[in-house]
């Protein structure tokens, strides 16, 4: 299913459903495919909200991860969202926990999944080379347990991405903004239920990533999903969407 794009007041950004506000970050590479089943599942319950970051719209000066933060913080205020819950994947997952430090009265929850903000190697073995695509297919297959998860259309996108001079830059300042910004003396600020799930294969922020998390923060849990990289709720959709489903509704309490 296609959903629609909204643009207001110079967002972008998917709205599907009514409720309580589950509001979805990508990563750096993300797109909203990656959330398609995610959305399908929540979307009668909730309102589903994914603002589209601008990864590449970003001055140079402003291409970080706390550019990003001011980005949803405005977007938040716009549509007068009273409260959310935040599910966010990778870099997404680092806007997160960041906006939730700031925003603390705001968040109701927050979901983890394959997140930076204490280790992360997107990068791996250094910058792929411009025009080299089997470089470009076997890092994007190495996001998943199984490689085919990585379509063609998902290698084509990075590739493209890489080879655009202006994109791959913001691409690079913000993966090197997301190493810096170290939150592990800041994590036990966040008090609010937590869910941290993640994939037993994940390569990019392995499974003791995913463990020191739970350590720090003091209201959290983790769930380990196996034949899982760093893109769970792609991966294996059904099981995520479960645990998700069953976490929203222990610890949040419907809006009236």
């Given at each position: 299913m296609q959903y629609e794009i909204k643009e207001?007041?110079?967002f972008k950004f998917i709205e599907v459903g009514e409720g309580d506000v589950l509001l979805l970050l990508h990563g750096l590479f993300g797109a909203l495919s990656n959330f398609r089943e995610t959305i399908n599942f929540f979307s009668p319950k909730y309102k589903v909200v994914i603002p589209i970051l601008p990864l590449y719209d970003l001055e140079p000066n402003e291409s970080t991860?706390?550019?990003?933060?001011?980005?949803?913080?405005?977007?938040?205020e716009y549509k007068k969202y009273p409260s959310v819950s935040i599910l966010g994947n990778s870099l997404g997952g680092h806007i997160g926990l960041i906006y939730t430090l700031r925003?603390?009265?705001?968040?109701?929850?927050?979901?983890?999944?394959?997140?930076?903000?204490l280790f992360?190697?997107?990068?791996?073995?250094g910058y792929p080379k411009k025009g080299d695509y089997e470089y470009v297919k076997k890092k994007t297959e190495e996001t998943f347990y199984d490689p085919k998860t990585a379509s063609k259309e998902l290698v084509d996108e990075v590739y493209n991405l890489i080879n655009d001079r202006s994109k791959a830059l913001k691409i690079l300042l913000l993966a090197k903004s997301a190493v810096r910004n170290?939150?592990?003396?800041?994590?036990?600020?966040?008090d609010i239920p937590v869910k941290l799930i993640w994939g037993m294969q994940d390569i990019i922020t392995p499974v003791f990533v995913g463990e020191?998390?739970?350590v720090l923060l003091p209201n959290s849990e983790l769930t380990l999903l196996d034949r899982c990289g760093h893109a769970a709720m792609m991966e294996r959709p059904h099981e995520f969407n479960q645990i998700l489903s069953e976490f929203l509704e222990r610890v949040t309490q419907p809006t009236e």
């Open positions: 207001e007041n110079n991860v706390t550019g990003l933060v001011e980005y949803v913080e405005n977007f938040i925003n603390k009265e705001k968040v109701k929850a927050l979901i983890l999944t394959g997140s930076s903000g992360e190697s997107a990068l791996g073995d170290n939150l592990e003396e800041e994590l036990k600020d966040i020191k998390f739970e």
